[in-house]
C-alpha cells in the first residue's frame, strides 16, 4: 500500500509524508482533524490539511516558542497560552517551578480531546493542576483581561480561517493590556520564504511593533514546516531577548532541551538580510 | 500540463516542485546533469537527480560557503575550490579584491559549459582572470600541494557518487598539507535530520577533527535542501570563526549580501543540542 501525505507549501512547491495508516479524520465545529500515523515522522497531526504537529520535530517548535521568553525573564509566573491544543507548549511551560498558573485558551476542544487520546507525547501535562483550560476564542477572551499575565503565548494556525483574528491590531493591542508592565509576547510568525503569507507576515510585524515599545523577530529549523526555515515573534514592553538574557541563570534550572540552548537563543535573533529587508519594507 | 521534479529526502519524504520545462538532460563521463526551468524557484540544476542549484535560494548556500571564512580571515589571497561547477561559490570569492588568485578544481567539465550556458546567474565569474579552471579529481589535485592556500572550499556535491573521495580521512589530511599556516577549510557537510546522512556525516566530522587543531560546524536555512537545515564544516590551524571574527573590518568592505551578514556568522555556530550531540556521540 501507497499512502501519501501532501501539504502544498505553494502550487508550485510539494512536501509529501508516506504514511502508514490514518488514525483519525473528524470534522469539528471549527475544522477538519486528521491523524496519522508514519515511520519517519511517528504521529502527525493536521488541521484543515496543513501540517501542525510531527511527533519527530515538534520538540524543535516547542522548544523555541517556549524556552526563548522564559530564559528572557525567569521570573514569569503566570501565562497565556491562546491556541496549542496539542499541548506541547503547556508541556514545556510546565518544566518551570517558578511558573504557578497556566491559562490555556484553545478555540476546538475536539483538538485537545483527539490530542489526549492520540498524541500523549505532546498532551501529557494539560491535566496539570496549574492548567485552566478554557474552550473560546482567544481574540475574546483577551478581551477582557488587564495586567494580569508575565507572559503570553499566541501558539496558533495560519493566519486565515479560525487563526485569522490573531494576527490582527486590535488582538495584539487587548495583548498588550492582558500583560502587566514586565510582560512579553511570543507568537508563530509563519515564514518569509514562499510569497504566499510574506505580505500578511509583514503586516502583522508592524501591528506588534505599533503595539509594542520591544518587538524582535527569530527564527528556527522546522524541517516539517513550508520552507523549514520557521520565524517566532518575541514582544515585549520592558525586556530585550538578547541584552537581558541571563544564560548562567537559565543553564542552572537544569532544564534538558534536544534544540534549545542558550547560544542558540542568540544566534536565533540574527535572522539573515533578505528576511529583515522584507519585514521592514515599506 | 503537469511536470513535477521529485527527490527523495528519505524513502519517506519527498519534495516536489513544479516545472515549466526541462531545458537540459545529457549523462556526462561522471553523472546525469539536468536543468530546469521552474516558476516558483526559476532555473534548477540537477546531478544524478539531487537538487544541487536553484535560482531562488543558490544566494544562500554560496553566502555561507564563502562569506564565513573571509569574515574570519579578511587576509586570503589564495583560495582552492573544489567542485562548484555551477561557479556560485567563485562568483561570491570574485567580490573581494584581496583575493589574486583562485584554482578551481572540477571533475566534470560538462557541467561547467552547461552552466555557463543556462545559469550564467552563478556562472558569470568563470571567466574572470583570477579564476584558473582544472577539469581534474579533486582529490588527487590536493594530494600535490603543499603550503599553498589561505583557504580550502569543498563545494562537493553528496558524500556518494562522484564526491565520495571529499569524506575521506586522507581527503582531508591532504587539504591540512595543501594549506599554509594561517589555513582554513570550509565543506558543505549535508544535514544530520535524516538518518540516511547522519553517520557519514559524523564520520567526515570526525575525520576533519582529527586533522585539524580547530574543527567547528555551521549552519544556514536552505529551504530547497533535504530538511531545509544544512551544515557546513569550518576547520582550520589558527583562525576560530567566532573568536576571531572582526565584524567592523567585514562591514567596512562594504559588500552587499541578502543572507550573510556578522550577527548571523555567530549565529550560525549556535547549532541545536540534538545536532551536536549527534555529531559527538560515541
Same mark, same amino acid.
Given at each position: 500500500m501507497d499512502l501519501w501525505y501532501t501539504e502544498n507549501h505553494t502550487e508550485e512547491a510539494r512536501f509529501s509524508i508516506k504514511i502508514d495508516r490514518q488514525l483519525v479524520s473528524r470534522q469539528s465545529e471549527f475544522q477538519r482533524i486528521d491523524i496519522f500515523e508514519s515511520r519517519e515522522f511517528g504521529r502527525i497531526l493536521t488541521l484543515d490539511g496543513y501540517l501542525m504537529v510531527t511527533e519527530k520535530d515538534e520538540f524543535i517548535y516547542h522548544d523555541m516558542i517556549t524556552h526563548v521568553p522564559m530564559a528572557t525573564n525567569p521570573n514569569i509566573k503566570k501565562v497565556l497560552v491562546i491556541g496549542a491544543g496539542d499541548g506541547g507548549t503547556v508541556r514545556e511551560l510546565l518544566r518551570y517551578d517558578s511558573i504557578t498558573h497556566i491559562d490555556m485558551v484553545e478555540i476546538d476542544e475536539e483538538v485537545v480531546k483527539l490530542s489526549k487520546e492520540y498524541l500523549p507525547f505532546t498532551a501529557k501535562g494539560l491535566t496539570d493542576e496549574r492548567v485552566h483550560l478554557f474552550f473560546e476564542d482567544g481574540l475574546k477572551y483577551v478581551r477582557h483581561k488587564e495586567g494580569e499575565y508575565d507572559l503570553i503565548i499566541v501558539d496558533s494556525t495560519d493566519p486565515f480561517g479560525p487563526g485569522e483574528g490573531l494576527f490582527t491590531k486590535e488582538f495584539y493591542g487587548n495583548c498588550y493590556r492582558a500583560l502587566n508592565e514586565e510582560g512579553i509576547l511570543v507568537n508563530q510568525h509563519e515564514s518569509m520564504y514562499y510569497s504566499s503569507y510574506a505580505a500578511s507576515m509583514k503586516r502583522a510585524h508592524q501591528r506588534i511593533k505599533d503595539s509594542f515599545p520591544i518587538a524582535k523577530i527569530y527564527q528556527a529549523h522546522i524541517p516539517t514546516y513550508p520552507s523549514g526555515h520557521w520565524l517566532f515573534g518575541f514582544a515585549s514592553k520592558k525586556y #530585550?531577548?538578547? *541584552? #537581558? $538574557? #541571563?544564560? *548562567? $541563570?537559565? &543553564? &542552572? $534550572? *537544569?532544564?534538558?532541551?534536544r534544540y534549545y540552548n542558550t547560544d542558540l537563543h542568540v544566534g536565533a535573533f540574527a535572522i539573515p538580510n533578505y528576511v529583515k529587508e522584507q519585514l521592514e519594507s515599506e
Open positions: #530585550d531577548p538578547v *541584552g #537581558d $538574557l #541571563d544564560a *548562567g $541563570l537559565w &543553564n &542552572n $534550572l *537544569g532544564i534538558k532541551t
